[in-house]
């Protein structure tokens, strides 16, 4: 797997997955195999475009469940040749959602997978209908752990905090 700062990288063709991505969890795999499983089909580069710190850290203060070494070594682990991580910082927080695109665009993604509620640019201007406008963009079902709720970093770091550290390890799913 090859690694890219922010505007560094650009393919004539890729597939693309898009988000914080912290902890790699059983969600974020089945949104990364699925990237996978197309790019291979179509013979082009699989991208994940991920940030460092997740943007819940940098901004709410919030836990760091994956190191940017781990993050890497498990998207590497499930077969992406590419990941975009971004510095995520006072400088990349500026860029305009528009200007996001644009950097998008420099890899021409045929298929896109973001999550319903995904923002992007400064103070989260962009959504997910502006994406639509430039890009075939993809969700996938939400997935879900025995109790039936959806697996997020978010309630992973409230089963740290509240010691349930046995319900974690399932949620994650490394193994
Ligand atoms: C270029 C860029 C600029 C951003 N600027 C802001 C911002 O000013 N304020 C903010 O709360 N989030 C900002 N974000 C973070 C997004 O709101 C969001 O957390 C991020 O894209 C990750 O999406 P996810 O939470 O769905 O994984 C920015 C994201 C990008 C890509
Ligand atoms: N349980 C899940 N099922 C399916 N897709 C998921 C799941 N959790 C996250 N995703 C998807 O993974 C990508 C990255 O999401 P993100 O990093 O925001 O995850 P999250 O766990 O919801 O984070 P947070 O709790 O910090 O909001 C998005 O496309 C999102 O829709």
Aim: aromatic residues 8%; charged residues 25%; proline residues 5%.
């Amino acid at each position: 797997m090859k690694l890219f700062q922010a505007e560094s990288l650009t393919l004539s063709r890729s597939v693309v997955a898009i988000g914080a991505f912290d902890g790699v969890h059983r969600g974020h795999q089945s949104v990364i195999r699925e990237m996978v499983r197309k790019g291979n089909l179509e013979g082009v580069p699989t991208v994940v475009y991920t940030f460092s710190p997740p943007p819940r850290v940098y901004f709410q203060g919030a836990r760091t469940l994956t190191s940017p070494e781990q993050k890497l070594t498990l998207l590497e682990r499930l077969g992406v040749t590419h990941t975009i991580l971004a510095k995520f910082d006072e400088e990349y927080v500026k860029r305009t959602a528009l200007e996001f695109v644009e950097e998008l665009s420099r890899i021409n993604p045929k298929c896109m997978i973001v999550g319903d509620d995904f923002r992007f640019g400064n103070n989260r201007a962009g959504d997910v209908s502006l994406l639509k406008s430039y890009f075939n963009v993809q969700s996938i079902n939400p997935i879900c752990c025995a109790r039936g709720e959806r697996i997020s970093s978010t309630r992973i770091r409230e089963l740290i905090v509240k010691g349930k550290q046995e319900q974690v390890l399932p949620l994650l799913g490394w193994m």
